[in-house]
């Protein structure tokens, strides 16, 4: 793993409390206008009002993958993602993330990222989203695509991602679960950009550019919790 000037855990799996002592060229606050590479982020569908969410309940049809739903609850741990690269393309930590980069998503308390194929969602039948892999590493069909309306994501920018291998972007549909996730949205993908389609970084950790790049490894960050 690379390394900064603080320790950094070995995968992003562990779920203790690390304190912001050993945080390094990092931004919690509004610093930073554009999300980097390295950034833990949760991430809110503008048109739904829900954060992207996951945790370790399996979809009972389709792939029987980890679900991937949106939440309203802005508090919960669940909802942190990792802004990392793809493994032909490397995101090195505090590097701006450009418009039309292809980056991969990490679920931080479960390590498995955001995943999308041609098995059906449960509830509306369009493109199932789920959550897959061990410990950050999956394989093509993790990778999206930011797109927005400048040279770099911008933080206060409405985006979308659309899923490399299949075209489809990321969405929220209306639709709701019952039991055991009573109240979560479905996230799907959807080959139509539309408002149900936008997304922003909200809260989170956001890496700051390096003066100079650190070695050429992807970044794992530590799990921290606010």
Not at 24 to 38: A, K, Q, W
Not at 83 to 102: D, I, Y
Not at 193 to 219: C, N
Request: glycine letters at 10%; hydrophobic letters at 30%.
């Amino acid at each position: 793993m690379g390394r900064d000037k603080c320790a950094v855990l070995p995968n992003i799996l562990p779920t203790v409390l690390l304190g912001l002592s050993c945080i390094c060229r990092l931004s919690l606050g509004t610093e930073l206008n554009f999300v980097t590479c390295g950034s833990v982020v949760k991430l809110l569908n503008v048109k739904h009002n829900v954060r992207l969410h996951s945790h370790d309940v399996r979809y009972g049809s389709g792939s029987g993958q980890q679900s991937v739903t949106g939440v309203t609850v802005a508090e919960d741990s669940n909802s942190y993602w990792s802004v990392r690269g793809t493994s032909g393309a490397l995101c090195h930590r505090g590097t701006p993330v450009k418009c039309g980069q292809t980056i991969r998503l990490t679920h931080v308390n479960t390590g498995r990222n955001l995943h999308s194929h041609y098995f059906a969602s449960p509830l509306s039948s369009n493109q199932e989203v789920s959550a897959f892999g061990e410990e950050g590493e999956g394989d093509h069909l993790d990778e999206w695509t930011v797109q927005c309306g400048g040279s770099v994501w911008q933080r206060e920018e409405a985006v979308r991602f659309r899923h490399q291998a299949t075209d489809a972007l990321l969405s929220v549909t209306g639709e709701q679960y019952g039991r055991p996730i009573h109240g979560q949205s479905e996230v799907h993908a959807m080959s139509s950009p539309t408002q149900h389609s936008l997304w922003k970084a909200m809260e989170g950790i956001f890496m700051k550019p390096s003066e100079s790049p650190v070695g050429s490894r992807d970044y794992s960050p530590p799990h921290t919790e606010f």
